[in-house]
């Protein structure tokens, strides 16, 4: 299995065991992640290599934001990344207790990329009628992104499943 982090994160992925397939032909992204995740077996597929599975786990989703929800994370991240990472890890773990994880360094260019990315409908079914079964898993209580929109977008291509009360890292009490 390959497993793409989250904006800022790493080895996160054991938040993820009780859903996460572990694999060889599985990839598997969080938040962020899931970008890198689709393009990663989008290059796999074209090569001529098998994937089976792409897991999706509480993906990017902010295409139903305007520009002005854009430039106010920009601006905010910009001013003060120290205390915007702060206040998006709490926001993660909402409405529940923070765990400990573990950070890397990011990038505006990450975030930019992170806020304007639109999920292509043809690329996913590009995917699929290649047999990649994709599977995308959400938090009902999820502070990050735009739940309702994106389980909408993903029901028609995807394998969806709803996770009631739990949050971005798809915990529940």
């Known amino acids: 299995m390959k497993f793409f982090s989250g904006f800022s994160l790493k080895n996160e992925a054991f938040l993820f065991e009780a859903f996460l397939n572990n694999g060889a032909y599985t990839v598997s992204g969080f938040s962020y992640g899931s970008i ?27 295409q139903t934001q305007g520009g002005k929800f854009q430039r106010v994370q920009m601006l905010a991240y910009t001013k003060d990344k120290k205390k915007y990472m702060q206040n998006f890890i709490k926001s993660c773990f909402m409405p529940y207790p923070q765990r400990k994880i573990e950070f890397t360094k990011t990038s505006k260019e990450n975030l930019e990329e992170l806020l304007a990315y639109q999920w292509s409908i043809p690329d996913l079914l590009e995917l699929q009628s290649k047999g990649v079964k994709i599977e995308v898993y959400l938090g009902s209580s999820d502070a990050i992104i735009d739940v309702e929109e994106a389980r909408k977008l993903f029901l028609d291509v995807a394998t969806v499943t709803y996770i009631k009360e739990a949050n971005h890292f798809l915990q529940v009490s």
């Open 36 to 62: 890198k995740a689709l393009k990663y077996a989008q290059e796999q597929v074209q090569m001529g290599k098998r994937v089976d599975t792409l897991q999706l786990l509480s993906p990017v989703f902010f």
